[in-house]
């Protein structure tokens, strides 16, 4: 199952502890302390992989290793190793404690989570004319507490939308390498399906129902990722006897979780032709255009009929770029 949103804890290392040490050189007698190591800090890191964030599903909790004490003999200690949490790119991470908001948008893109803590000075850096034997040393600051929230938000160039059982993983499998699990059930694919057509990115976004805006079914979990698309193809099944009255049911969700979803740019295609007969599919393409609606037919089984979707991604291909 994909892992879209999760909540964790940040906490950076504290620094080292600065040394109170003297120099055994008779006649020589100084200062030898030396200073803590700074403590490691926590940064996002964007990678391509769509399920990094399921690592943090285990383990809520991050923390970066501490810097190490000081040590005699001007000896300061080794700051401590940063950890590097990866996230993939479309991901929204929220600061919990702040507010802020940052996006990762490219892969290895690094924002900063949580900063490691100074390390404290040792007894050498506090030495003055008058205080020649200094006692007196540092804690290391401890490192910053943060707690975010990860959101993904699926960039891709194509979202597939459109009601379960509409053919979207059969269209994502055909036109692309993915191997998308493809049944004959009236129940929606619990997780997005990626899929590359010559460098566009093809989102098969989970089917909507009727409600989803208000919770129903998977609710708003994948409307979110819909945002993110440049271009919607909405896919009808020939196999519904009123494929107006579905294909407004998605747009009116749509519509619902955000009214710019419906002024993207969009292409319907009338899927599953094969399905019923020729005079039940061309029924269902008039009752599309007497609503408005300008569907081109499309086969799994009549290769021909997928020159139509060809076309709109050559287009796309040609000018080729992700939405923000």
């Keep these: 199952m994909l892992v879209d949103d999760v909540t964790i804890r940040c906490e950076a290392g504290a620094g080292g502890r600065g040394a109170v040490a003297f120099q055994k050189v008779r006649l020589a007698q100084g200062p030898t302390g030396g200073s803590g190591g700074r403590g490691g800090s926590i940064y996002f890191e964007g990678v391509a992989d769509i399920g990094a964030l399921s690592r943090y599903t285990s383990q809520k909790t991050l923390r970066a290793e501490k810097g190490k004490d000081g040590r005699g003999q001007f000896v300061d200690g080794r700051d401590g190793e940063d950890m590097t949490l990866s996230v ?27 900063g490691g803590g100074t390390g404290g000075r040792g007894n050498f850096h506090f030495r003055s004319s008058t205080n020649t034997s200094p006692k007196e040393f540092e804690e290391g600051l401890p ?49 997005p399906n990626l899929g590359v057509y010559y460098g566009l990115v093809i989102a098969d976004i ?5 409600g989803a805006a208000e919770g129903k079914g998977l609710g708003v979990k994948f409307l979110k990722h ?9 896919l009808v099944s020939a196999e519904s006897e009123e494929p107006v009255r579905e294909y407004r049911t998605v747009r009116a969700e749509l519509e619902k979780h955000d009214p710019a979803l419906i ?6 295609f009338l899927t599953k032709g094969d399905a019923v007969t020729p005079e039940e599919r061309d029924a269902r393409l008039a009752a599309l255009k007497k609503a408005g609606v300008r569907a081109s037919p499309v086969s799994l089984l009549e290769p021909e009929t997928l020159d139509s979707v060809r076309r709109v991604l050559n287009g796309l291909q040609a000018g080729q770029g992700h939405t923000s």
Excluded: C
Excluded at 206 to 210: A, F, K, T
Excluded at 263 to 268: A, G, R
């Design 143 to 191: 490192g910053d507490l943060m707690h975010y929230r990860l959101e993904l938000r699926l960039i891709a160039d194509v979202g597939l939308i459109g009601l379960p059982n509409a053919g979207k993983s059969s269209l994502l499998n055909e036109l692309t390498a993915a191997k998308s699990k493809v049944a004959n059930y009236a129940f929606t694919t619990l997780e």
């Design 226 to 234: 819909i945002e993110r698309t440049r271009v919607l193809f909405h």
């Design 88 to 114: 993939p790119t479309g991901t929204r991470i929220t600061n919990l404690d702040t507010g802020y908001v940052q996006e990762i948008e490219s892969v290895g893109q690094r924002v900063l989570a949580a």
């Design 263 to 268: 002024e993207k740019e969009e292409y319907v």
């Design 206 to 210: 989970p089917g909507l129902i009727e």
